[in-house]
T-cell receptor, first 116, second 113 residues
């Protein structure tokens, strides 16, 4: 079946602009995660959803970052007043929520965001 | 603070030999560990995992070992193949912060013919 998809694959914007990044999870997966990966580092957790609600948003760096998942499937990560430091690859993952602790997250290809 | 550490940024190994990747963690609450593999311009791909109730898990050429007392895990790839050339990330999660994976910085593996 289809994996996690993310659009756009690349986004170039200017400092101060607003951007939206989209994630389509694997069909049937109820949990969805956002991570950010900077050059030379591992992915850094931002937020995760169980269904429509944000279960843990402790990784969002500040109030310029916001994410929604209104129907429990597709999610949008929104960044206001972008800064050059926001440049990174934004990764989305989804998982089945099997009820067990061993619930594997499957990642999409990411959106490379460049803020000029 | 970096709770998951991969201290070797790179590893070069000859085809057919064993690759050993190491990972250390500091949070004693971590109880589930994963390894992901990443090719350039792609997202991380799940490779293998291990729960804290085990000390070894094997899947084909890949074996993960967990030493809880040392807060250390390792990934063994035997035999190494050219297609294994990628960046490998170690990740961990804790039951009290379920869903929040914490990743190491990764190890670049190059398998030479």
């Amino acid at each position: 079946g289809a994996g996690v998809s993310q659009t756009p694959s690349n986004k170039v914007t200017e400092k101060g602009k607003y951007v939206e990044l989209r994630c389509d999870p694997i069909s049937g997966h109820t949990a969805l995660y956002w991570y950010r990966q900077s050059l030379g580092q591992g992915p850094e957790f931002l937020i995760y959803f169980q269904g429509t609600g944000a279960a843990d948003d402790s990784g969002l760096p500040n109030d310029r970052f916001f994410a929604v998942r209104p129907e429990g499937s597709v999610s949008t990560l929104k960044i206001q007043r972008t800064e050059r430091g926001d440049s990174a690859v934004y990764l989305c993952a989804s998982s089945l929520i099997s009820g067990e602790v061993e619930d594997t997250q499957y990642f999409g290809p990411g959106t490379r965001l460049t803020v000029l | 603070d970096q709770q998951v550490k991969q201290n070797s940024p790179s590893l070069s190994v000859q085809e057919g030999r064993i690759s050993i990747l190491n990972c250390d963690y500091t949070n004693s609450m971590f109880d589930y560990f994963l390894w992901y593999k990443k090719y350039p311009a792609e997202g991380p791909t799940f490779l293998i995992s291990i729960s804290s109730i085990k000390d070894k898990n094997e899947d084909g050429r890949f074996t993960v070992f967990l030493n809880k007392s040392a807060k250390h895990l390792s990934l063994h790839i035997v035999p190494s193949q050219p297609g294994d050339s990628a960046v490998y990330f170690c990740a961990a999660s804790a039951t009290d912060s379920w869903g929040k994976l914490q990743f190491g910085a990764g190890t670049q593996v190059v398998v030479t013919p």
